[in-house]
Nanobody, 119 residues
């Protein structure tokens, strides 16, 4: 089994910063990629940022220049540094890992962490 646990969400004022973390644990053979998605009120889930095992990244246009994704392979952890936050960034942020475990490669999801940007 594989578990992904997010942390770091909360309430922040517009223009502020937050850092999200997602730690993967369990019977992990390899992590091919990890990403952050978000789902705002009444909105569909959307990709925020993605990072591969070799460090290649891509971002949603709406967060480019403000958010940075990084990973610590030794800790099986991915981070999302979010700066200059806007009210429209308010959402549940979910971590996704494309992971090989016990002979199976697939997507594993965390439970999500709430980010609220409001004055």
């Amino acid at each position: 089994q594989v578990q992904l646990v997010e942390s770091g969400g909360g309430l922040v004022q517009p223009g502020g910063s937050l850092r999200l973390s997602c730690a993967a644990s369990g019977s992990i053979f390899s992590i091919r990629a990890m990403g952050w998605y978000r789902q705002g009120p009444g909105k569909e889930r959307e990709l925020v940022a993605h990072i591969t095992s070799d460090g290649s990244t891509n971002y949603a246009d709406s967060v480019k220049g403000r958010f940075t994704i990084s990973r610590d392979n030794a800790k099986n952890t991915v981070y999302l540094q979010m700066n200059t936050l806007k009210p429209e960034d308010t959402a549940v942020y979910l971590c996704d890992g494309y992971i090989t475990s016990m002979g199976f490669t697939g997507h594993y999801w965390g439970q999500g962490t709430q980010v609220t940007v409001s004055s």
